[in-house]
């Protein structure tokens, strides 16, 4: 019942590689550069990302009256940053669509081997989870920063085309992703339903307290904060379902995290939203 057909996948891998291409066709080697110059914006993503948020989703997990699987599926999430809807989110900060392609692949291979990590610490020594190494690094390499590196390559050898085609392709991102969401809504909301209100309030709040944390450690530049913000409470549902399907023993935790999956995107999107209309706003007041 809650597992992804042919269609919904076609959908999701469209929406990634359009994205990072798009991504790519805005980012310079210039822009690289400027941004692995911003070590003090990278150290906070990291400690955002690998530090804090897993310390309140623990919290969270253990002193809220929570099913083992949904504890289980908050702390997995709490521990796996990268969620790679985010891209959807934070490739529309203007201005700043390097740091989204940079942000989206750091984190989203840092958590293949420092997640696994983490989960040692924080899990039971009785669970055993089986990560996926291969086939995720593989996901990465194909979906990821292939079509960032091929965006990129086009920039700098034909820069005018780049221009012409990064708009359209981030259009059918957002097309896709609507699209991927409208599928798969009818499980996702039955997934929410069947772990019940306070386990949707439980992750609600991670979700919210997420953002606050990643909107104050994004330092000065409010840019930095919006992004830094949706990429810390979009958490890496994605990696999970992978290392929960591995490990046989994890599979009743797929309903919560199928759950969570669904219940990060309408925050980001408000947020998202609100940050648009305004500086459109703000914009129109300066002309």
């Not at 909107?215 to 290392?243: D, E, H, K, V, Y």
Request: glycine share 8%; hydrophobic share 60%; net charge positive.
């Amino acid at each position: 019942m809650y597992m992804f057909d042919t269609t919904e996948k076609m959908l999701a891998l469209t929406f990634i590689v359009t994205c990072m291409l798009s991504i790519g066709m805005q980012t310079g080697v210039s822009d690289v550069r400027s941004l692995g110059a911003s070590k003090g914006f990278l150290v906070r993503t990291l400690l955002a990302n690998f530090l804090v948020v897993p310390i309140v989703g623990v919290a969270i997990a253990r002193l809220l009256p929570l099913e083992p699987v949904v504890a289980g599926a908050l702390v997995l999430l709490a521990c796996t940053p990268g969620g790679l809807s985010t891209v959807q989110f934070i490739s529309k900060v203007k201005g700043e669509a390097h740091v989204a392609g940079a942000i989206v692949c750091l984190l989203s291979l840092l958590a293949l081997f420092v997640s696994p990590l983490l989960l040692h610490l924080v899990l039971p020594g009785n669970v055993r989870l089986v990560i996926p190494y291969g086939s995720v690094l593989l996901f990465f390499l194909l979906f990821l920063l292939l079509p960032l590196l091929a965006g990129m390559l086009l920039l700098n050898k034909a820069p005018g085309a780049a221009g012409k085609l990064s708009m359209p392709l981030a259009l059918v991102g957002v097309i896709t992703f609507v699209s991927f969401m409208v599928v798969t809504g009818d499980f996702r909301k039955a997934a929410a339903g069947d772990i019940g209100i306070v386990a949707v309030g439980a992750m609600l709040l991670f979700i919210l307290v997420s953002m606050v944390i990643g909107w104050f450690m994004g330092g000065p530049n409010r840019n930095l904060r919006q992004i830094l913000a949706s990429s810390t409470s979009m958490r890496n549902a994605a990696l999970c379902l992978a290392i929960v399907q591995a490990s046989s023993p994890g599979h009743a935790v797929i309903v919560p995290l199928l759950a969570f999956s669904l219940l990060m995107v309408p925050p980001n999107m408000l947020f998202t939203v609100y940050f648009a209309v305004r500086a459109k706003l703000k914009a129109r007041k300066a002309a």
